[in-house]
């Protein structure tokens, strides 16, 4: 009796054994591309968060050290501001471009400038371009500078 139990028990192993790999072959074979797929998503993953510990990782302290850095302090030496009418005169600015100059200066933008001086936005276009070849200046701030050396606006 124990001879008969083991060779059942012996068969049903194989016998369960055999389905077994029938039916991993099946799913490999129905299903090879996403297995295939969601192992190639495991090692991206996986690289993905290796390189995002690896690069994000603290590194070593960085010393900062504090220079004093000498500055230089302009103080007026003439007094009030003078205004350099012969060099205006010189570059042709139109007292209209000084009121559009002087609020160049002050930071105002083209929308801001046209609704202090009652103009339309392309007129003040018109006139900062204009103040911009007197000037010889490709930007606000160059023809800003450009006024203040050479005296017209404070």
Avoid: C
């Amino acid at each position: 009796m124990k001879k008969t139990v083991l060779a059942y028990g012996l068969l049903g192993g194989v016998l369960i054994a055999v389905l077994r790999i029938v039916e991993y072959r099946f799913l490999v074979l129905e299903h090879s591309l996403e297995i295939y797929g969601g192992i190639v998503a495991l090692l991206f993953s996986g690289l993905g968060i290796w390189l995002g510990l690896t690069l994000t990782r603290p590194r070593e302290t960085v010393v900062v050290r504090e220079v004093p850095v000498p500055v230089e302090i302009r103080i007026p030496v003439g007094g009030p501001f003078v205004r350099d009418a012969a060099r205006l005169e010189a570059l042709g600015i139109t007292p209209r471009e000084l009121e559009i100059l002087e609020a160049l200066a002050a930071g105002f933008s083209n929308r801001e400038i046209a609704e202090r001086l009652f103009v339309s936005e392309n007129t003040v276009k018109t006139h900062t371009a204009r103040l911009f070849s007197k000037l010889s200046a490709r930007r606000r701030t160059q023809a800003v500078q450009r006024a203040k050396e050479a005296g017209i606006i404070p």
